[in-house]
């Protein structure tokens, strides 16, 4: 009987399977989890006379942006808009939405977690918040509030340059 010469294949070892699953777990990731409503509520406080005004509301935009983390690499973040639109001394109404998401955010640097919490989800989370607002304005019977988009990046740039100048402050 002849000996078959065809070379012998080497079966990987456990360790070599591991290697590569290893190094997959160590890459880093973003994930949307969930996006939701979590508060929202409109307030007509002066209704029924606001509407037989016909000067255009004065408008004004708050936002806020809140994150916690509830897990090992998931966070909770939220933002926050307000919008109040006064005619003189009156509020013809007043709109807050918290849009909040869940995103699992793995393997990333510690000092890479704020930009995420105050750029990257904001970024995501702000057209639904604008779209609610709209909505909620629509069916209180005003015309649609149409918010413009927000350059967060910006904002976070500007926030850190007020935190360095009030560390820079002497007392």
């Given at each position: ?27 880093a ?29 004065q ?7 809140n ?5 090992e ?5 939220a ?12 509020t013809?109404?007043?709109v807050?939405v ?17 930009i995420?919490?105050?750029v ?16 909620m ?12 988009p ?5 904002l ?9 100048e009030k ?5």
């Open positions: 009987m002849a000996k078959d010469k065809t070379p012998a294949t080497k079966k990987p070892t456990a360790a070599k399977k591991a290697a590569p699953e290893a190094q997959e777990n160590q890459q990731g973003f994930a949307i989890e969930k996006l939701f409503i979590k508060d929202a509520s409109i307030e007509v406080p002066n209704a029924p006379q606001i509407f037989t005004e016909r000067t255009a509301p408008v004004n935009v708050e936002l806020g942006n994150a916690q983390k509830l897990d690499g998931v966070y909770e973040v933002i926050k808009v307000t919008v109040t639109a006064k005619i003189e001394e009156k013809a109404f007043l807050e918290v849009q909040a998401g869940i995103f699992a955010v793995r393997n990333v640097p510690e000092e890479n977690l704020e995420i919490a105050a990257t989800c904001p970024n995501i989370l702000f057209p639904y918040a604008r779209e609610a607002i709209s909505d304005v629509t069916r209180a019977g005003f015309a649609p509030v149409l918010l413009n927000i350059n967060f990046e910006a976070y740039a500007q926030q850190q340059q007020q935190n360095a560390a820079g402050a002497p007392n």
